[in-house]
């Protein structure tokens, strides 16, 4: 099976920082986009960054110029470095990820449970 775990969460006061982690493990063969998306309590899910095999990343405006996503291919995990935390960024954050098993040569996207990222004073 394969497990996608996120870390980092926490509460913040607005204008903070926080750094999110995304861990692979288990059947992992290999692993294609990575995705951080966010859900807030009464909304829908919405993608935040993403980010390539290669490293090619794109970012939603909302959080253009403040948030850095990144990854450890070796390692795989996947980060998020956010400053400049605003209230409205409060979610939980969830990990997505097109990941090859070592069981069957398909690609599925795979979900993390999410970590809570609450930005209040």
């Known amino acids: 099976q394969v497990q996608l775990v996120e870390s980092g969460g926490d509460l913040v006061q607005p204008g903070g920082s926080l750094r999110l982690s995304c861990v692979a493990s288990?059947?992992?063969?290999?692993?294609?986009?990575m995705n951080w998306y966010r859900q807030a309590p009464g909304k829908e899910r919405e993608l935040v960054a993403s980010i390539s095999q290669g490293g090619g990343t794109n970012y939603e405006d909302f959080v253009k110029g403040r948030f850095t996503i990144s990854r450890d291919n070796a390692k795989k995990t996947m980060y998020l470095e956010m400053n400049s935390l605003k209230p409205e960024d409060t979610a939980v954050y969830l990990c997505n990820a097109d990941i090859r098993t070592t069981i069957a040569p398909r690609w599925y996207y795979f979900w993390g449970q999410g970590t809570q990222v609450t930005v209040s004073s």
């Open positions: 288990g059947t992992v063969f290999d692993i294609r986009d």
